[in-house]
């Protein structure tokens, strides 16, 4: 009988239930620990899911020769220095998205995976799911000609997640809707197309509708169970816009957690010469084409939409029994981590910014 | 009795039906001469319109003086020589959009205006409908707050004008969706958020869908007339992406005379702090702004929609009387041709560019 | 510490569940008491709630000293019998809508409420919920200049609650789909445009489609617990329609429990001289207006949709604690009952009622 | 060869221009006179149509031999001196609706009718169009069962036809939405249930949004050429809505040529036991009903939709010919005028009244 992988869950917030239950479906992985800051969250995991120990700093489990999987699930603050120490300490990384608060962190993150020979693989995943492999094999497959432009629009109405807390404190998070929401649309258009490099980015990140937090007017806050209206922070990007080169198609960007427009109109359009795509994120796609002198409006349908966690999670495990890196690895992950730079900093420049 | 001022119309094709009209509606207005290069299209309008002399040379007419006001309807190439003609001729003019094939000759325009004190409208028409004239209203009484971004969407599925006549040839036209359609765009989002500074421009516009004019698909041409699939060139932009810093708000663009996604998206978004609104171009706006705590979605009609040339027409006419230009005056319209030929650049140059 | 109010549940059914689990947020409250004539509902009331003691006749509540407050949700027939006798006996009683079965009865209740000095309060939720209250503020404030006329308008495609039980029985519920669902609407109506004095009634009140129960054709029925096809009585009005006048604006209504048109059209019109308001029932409202020459539809939104029954058990523990009766007392309620008796009154005589 | 019957059109305006081609299509009918009070119009008729002689004052026509039939094309005021001048002077007369400004008018022709023997057929175009009768077999072959209510709506949102003008002024058109566009309504409705004799009339017709003629915003007015802003009149209803009780059928109303609700709802629904119609004005219409156990919502489509006044005129030709009033008879009409006159009555008298 094969011994059983030790998974480590560090933070049991939210975005835990997206891994835990798809570790639990594998019969090669074990979740051994349960950590987080917040102790009773930790207890409520190891009673919730019928496993593991409940651990309540991170440290205590650098060390144990019965781990060999982590997941790293707290805020933006904490994943390089916890990914790192796991990385240095032998274990294998799966990491939330986005790669880190800033570049500088993501670089130092991908040099110690490839110092320690670890495995690092962010949660970037829209890789993983049917309708972005399907796009991404039409365009492989040249069906769509060249793909010289991609738009990426992440634009909600008013949508900021918890006013105060720690999404809009930059400290924590590394920044707004540009890192939180513009981290998925731009790995995935990356993807897409074949991970070119970034060349240019020219654009704005601006702090506006949450600034005013008593005064927001919106019907719900989808993470608002930490904000804080009277003493929190709001100091991130609640719209973002711009233009990005690379050696490939160039991106065009526009994203808003709050804007006074009601459409929502979250989607990519892959322009191509031959045909075209608009993917709707987390759904369906249309193609546009041509056949026979005719346009054609190709509407697709195919069993799974959604986020798949469970095929993000099977691919992990998968790597680290054959150390082969996949989709999600940091080296791809750090191009993603570039372009969000290079965005910040075109708009604290308020010029183009050449990566 | 006041004597009538005499017009001569300067070009007869399409675009010349948006103004002798409205010219006719007029009492104090009389047009005295239709000059084309195309004799039998002089001697139709001559005939249609009854009233007024066939000439075929423009240059015929420089010191008649029956001639007080001329509106320059010719190809792109001859706004700069034929406007600069007649200015220096005494005459007042109006001549159609865009300014000129570049920026060089926009200038020297408006340097010889200048010099002559003779007027020099564009017709961005624009800024004369009501519409836009709605939207501008409310921003500068303060109702959206601190407009912060403005999106340019004016994406058509296939909507290429003539392939391999004067719009697809760039010697004649100087470009293609970004200077025949962009220019509208661009304009009325600077007339709406009171004309600020351009500071720099980054983008890309692409050659690419027309470029195999035989083998393009599409349900029509809108200005095909002149066109030649044989012989006939096309190598102007038919996508146009890019990111506008200005002084005041920054603007976004998307167009496309052809793409191969098939929702056409024309509007303008005006992103403010208090609200926002998306002008549909060419008809009525939302406004999405708060009330007593509530989220708000406000439909407006109005009773004229369309672009008024009417408008144009009169409000020119009454600036060659009073001597006060107006809003399309070429002192404004240069920026927008600023905008352009910065657009143009940063894309041959593969990075952005600083006006 | 502060003596905690004491609270009995008058009938465990359906409508209890909005009462019970609001009164259980409050902290100056204590449910001591679930009574109902069907012993398993009381009991599992206890059971459920993990609180207060079982009793099956309310008639051995009466005199008990730890009791303050009590919620009437029987059906209509007992709504006064049990509302007079617990005031007689110095309690403060929120009563479910109607107030009851006819007007004389309603009276009668007010009567006793002067008398005992007791707060009386109906259950007329929508006169707690956001977009109601949204909606009279607008008019109250003069935006929609003067409301001249009301439609309302709660039809639905076949609905009738449960056909052969208390619902379709006039002897015990006083009626079908006005006294019903009319009473809800005709009631907001009334809250928004200021409670105003009804002068006549002329309409119909019909019993057409149930009156065949076994051959009635429906998707279900949302009340059919107690119904009994085979014995059951149908006997109430399924449709109605009729003109009201009032010393403010004029009320229009058509109501359906069933009726052969599909669409569901369930909402109020407010017109005013200014602007109009569409108030969907339970839901958005749209304002139709006008300004700078422009027609404007507004669309509104806010957190809160629904019916706020926690608002209404809230207000009502406050007036306890104030004694200031709120915008549900039987003195507003008794003016909704008075259109309703008018209605029916009309349909007898064929002819109007001046009240 | 059969001598041709000579035709007379009084009035020129555009409702004119929906007798005059549908006369010239008979082969037995000869237009030989246009009569208007503004001689151009009547000039113009004879240059357009080819035929006829022109005059300018209807008594001129008088006496004449060469005239069969009358069309009656004014204004309301002008409906009964003429429609009696010519059936006493030996015509039979096609009226278009409103029979008359008032019912006394209205009384007064159906008397003369009878007294001369002469035929006085209304223009109540919709009992020609086959979307209304397909809607009057269904109810006559017992479809839809016991109609027991029907509900018309002819709601548009600010729609006022010439303010200032004829349509708007009491003493021409005897009224204002009531009796212009109710007219049809309920004229239809009727029809469709049998022409059942009314009973009692309650409801209030309103002149709210026109009375401020200069302020008054919309979008565009469809009979304006006569209108006069600044020292026309506006007196007549822009509202209307009550309660009808017939010996049928009752009939509830609500009426807009102005409101400040923005949907469009015009359509009559018929309240059938085993089925229901929504007859959409002008349009088709849906029926919904019982089948097998399940509901059904059957949608319909024929041929001929819109106003077919062609129909109307050559039934009222074969009516010429054979001596047989139709549906369209001044003695069925009579009976809308009369609810008409009733609702003016009770919106004057603040109560029912009984006809």
Redesign the interface.
């Known amino acids: 009988m094969s011994k059983k992988l030790g998974v480590a869950i560090i933070g049991c917030g939210n975005i835990s239930g997206s891994h835990i239950p798809n570790y639990l479906k594998l019969d090669n992985v074990e979740i051994r620990y349960f950590c987080d800051i917040i102790p009773e969250r930790a207890d409520r995991a190891v009673e919730k899911y019928g496993c593991g120990t409940a651990v309540y700093n991170y440290k205590e489990l650098l060390g144990k020769d019965d781990i060999d999987i982590v997941s790293v699930c707290t805020h933006n603050d904490f994943h390089a220095p916890i990914s790192i120490d796991f990385m240095r300490d032998g274990k294998d990384v799966l990491c939330e998205k986005p790669a880190a608060r800033t570049l500088e962190e993501a670089l130092e993150m991908q040099k110690v995976a490839h110092e320690t020979g670890r495995l690092l693989q962010i949660g970037v995943v829209n890789r993983f799911c049917d309708n972005v492999n399907h796009v991404k094999k039409l365009i492989e497959s040249g069906e769509?000609g060249?793909v010289?432009?991609v738009?990426t629009s992440f634009r909600a109405?008013?949508s900021i997640p918890g006013l105060g807390g720690d999404f809009t404190t930059k400290a924590v998070s590394g920044g707004g809707v540009l890192i939180d929401w513009g981290v998925h649309y731009i790995d995935l258009a990356l993807y897409c197309i074949g991970d070119p490099t970034p060349?240019?980015c020219?654009?704005?990140a601006?702090c506006?509708?949450g600034k005013d937090m008593k005064d927001y007017?919106?019907?719900?806050m989808w993470a608002s169970d930490t904000a804080d209206f009277e003493k929190g922070t709001y100091d991130v990007d609640d719209?973002v816009?711009?233009?990005v080169?690379t050696t490939g198609a160039?991106i065009?960007i526009?994203g808003a957690w709050a804007?006074?427009?009601?459409?929502a109109e979250t989607f990519v359009?892959f322009?191509?010469?031959?045909?075209?795509v608009?993917l709707y994120y987390g759904g369906k796609f249309?193609m546009?084409?041509?056949l026979n002198?005719?346009?054609t409006?190709i509407k697709t349908d195919f069993a799974t939409t959604g986020f798949d966690y469970g095929a993000e999670i099977k691919a992990f495990v998968e790597s680290v029994e054959t150390r082969v890196p996949n989709q999600a690895h940091i080296d791809r992950a750090v191009i993603t981590s570039k372009i969000l730079d290079g965005l910040y900093r075109s708009s604290d420049a308020?010029?183009?910014v050449?990566l």
Request: hydrophobic share 20%.
């Open positions: 769509l060249e010289y432009q738009y109405h008013r060349l240019t020219s654009g704005e601006y506006k509708l007017v919106c019907t719900s719209f816009s711009g233009f080169r160039n065009t526009n804007q006074n427009i009601g459409e359009d322009l191509g010469t031959k045909a075209g608009r249309t546009y084409s041509t002198g005719m346009l409006e308020k010029k183009e050449t």
